[in-house]
Structures are given as C-alpha cells and as structure tokens.
C-alpha cells in the first residue's frame, strides 16, 4: 500500500515562494508518475505539476499553463519525495494541495486527470494574502 505525506504549506504573501514536499513508502517510488493537484473551496481539484517515468532514469514533467514559469515539480528517487517550488505566489494560488501517485505509465492529457490516480495524500494548505 503506498502512503504519501505532503508538507510545507503555510501562510505567505503574494510574490513570496513555498516549497511543498510529498514523502513517498510502501511502493517502487521510480517508476511512479506522481503529481500535485489543488482544490479551492467551492471548486473541482485541478492539475498543478506531474513528474512521469520515461526509461530507466528519464523522466518528464509537464506543469499547468496557470502556473507555468512560477512553479516546478521535481523528484527525488533517492529519498522517495517529490517537491513542489513555488515561486510569485498570488492569491488566486490559495488551494489545499494534494499529492499523488499512479503505477500507470500516463501521457497528454490522461496526466491532468486526478481520475487516474489512484493513490493520494492528505492535502497541506497554502494560503496566499495580498
């Protein structure tokens, strides 16, 4: 059974950065696609960042077009953790953060869709002030 545990939300200001972590057991932590998905109140949970397996040590990632150029998702197969930079953080940015994990080997939009992952965090808020 795979677990995974998110921290390092918290309050900051807009234009301030975070860094969230995902601490990954209980499973072949390389060959995973893991990614980072976000849910405002009153709204569905959306696609922020994923990391998939390509080959042996290649992997890709691919990032939501609302956060591209301010966040970057990367992996840490030595410790089983894939973090989440997040710079000039904005308001809109305030969600509870979820990490995730799939065995499946996704691609395009398949990748965006929190369906197809079978595995999830408990979620770590982050809350952006003007």
């Known amino acids: 059974q795979v677990q995974l545990v998110e921290s390092g939300g918290g309050l900051v200001q807009a234009g301030e950065s975070l860094r969230l972590s995902c601490a990954a057991s209980?499973?072949?932590?390389?060959?995973?696609?893991m990614g980072w998905f976000r849910q405002a109140p009153g709204k569905e949970r959306e696609f922020v960042a994923t990391?998939?397996?390509?080959?042996?040590?290649?992997?890709?990632?691919y990032t939501a077009d609302s956060v591209k150029g301010r966040f970057t998702i990367a992996r840490d197969n030595a410790k089983n953790t894939v973090n989440l930079h997040m710079n000039s953080l904005n308001p809109e940015d305030t969600a509870v953060y979820y990490c995730?994990?799939?065995?499946?080997?996704?691609?395009?939009?398949?990748?965006?869709?929190?369906?197809?992952?079978?595995?999830w965090g408990q979620g770590t808020q982050v809350t952006v002030s003007t």
């Open positions: 995730a994990a799939t065995r499946s080997r996704l691609t395009g939009q398949t990748l965006r869709n929190p369906n197809n992952y079978e595995y």
């Open positions: 209980g499973g072949t932590f390389k060959s995973y696609t």
């Open positions: 990391t998939t397996w390509n080959s042996d040590t290649t992997y890709s990632g």
